[in-house]
């Protein structure tokens, strides 16, 4: 399988402080990686650099074969390839649930508002919200807005979708509607980056699971190698902790 985005020695530091430390890892076509460590350990700042909401302080970030950090890039187009969800929902309050589907598709990707909303309503079935295109967040449990939100990143149809802990701000009642449709998401070949600290969804869902560190890559492997047989000690410290 082709890679769709390569990172090679990325480093990110906010002042004097590292945050980041010669991170190497790539993203195949159809494949599902989770990130998981400690808090603080830079889970969240690589997928920001990832996707360029955090520039990287040097490294490399390949997709399609191209540096996107060179300055000829159109790091525009390359965002548009990237769908987001993150912790917060970060949906418009203003308009209702369609409407918070349709308006990027017609703004960045220059759809008309008819092929939009086709679209819209085809993610949002996806999720199982289609019932409430005409309510407005405020309107919806916290469950409901995240699965808006995977529909809204879902509508603009990109390469990968990154997921930044989409269930941490949930209450735990609705944790596992989120990580149902995340579930469905992987099982039909969509292309995931995943930081969560859901240990269960993560054994069972990934490809490769990438364990962090204090900023560094300490341990990667399937699902089987870092959950069941850790080369490691920090992973099984970690592992230990977490799966009590």
Not at 27 to 42: M, N, T
Not at 107 to 115: D, G, N, P, W, Y
């Amino acid at each position: 399988m082709e890679n769709v985005i390569e990172i090679k020695h990325l480093s990110k530091s906010f002042g004097t402080h590292e945050v980041l430390k010669d991170i190497d890892f790539s993203v195949r076509k159809g494949e599902v990686v989770c990130i998981i460590g400690s808090s603080g350990s830079g889970k969240s700042t690589l997928l920001r650099c990832v996707n360029l909401l955090e520039k990287p302080t040097g490294g490399e970030i390949i997709y399609k074969g191209e540096n996107i950090l060179d300055d000829k890039h159109d790091i525009y187009a390359y965002r548009t390839k990237l769908g987001m969800v993150f912790q917060s929902f970060n949906l418009f309050n203003n308009h209702n649930v369609l409407s918070n589907c349709v308006v990027g598709q017609v703004k960045v990707l220059k759809r008309s508002k008819a092929e939009a909303e086709a679209v819209a309503r085809k993610y949002l079935k996806v999720v199982g919200m289609e019932q409430y295109i005409n309510a407005k967040p405020k309107q919806l449990s916290g469950g409901q807005r995240q699965r808006v939100a995977i529909a809204r990143a879902l509508s603009m149809e990109p390469d990968v979708m990154l997921f930044d802990e989409p269930t941490s701000a949930l209450d735990p009642e609705m944790v596992g509607e989120v990580l149902k449709v995340m579930k469905e998401l992987a099982d039909s070949g969509l292309t995931m980056l995943i930081v969560t600290h859901e240990m269960g969804f993560a054994e069972e869902v990934s490809d490769r699971v990438v364990f962090m560190d204090k900023g560094v890559i300490a341990e990667e492997g399937t699902p089987e190698q870092i959950f069941k047989k850790p080369t490691q000690e920090r992973t099984r410290e970690f592992l230990k902790r977490t799966l009590k």
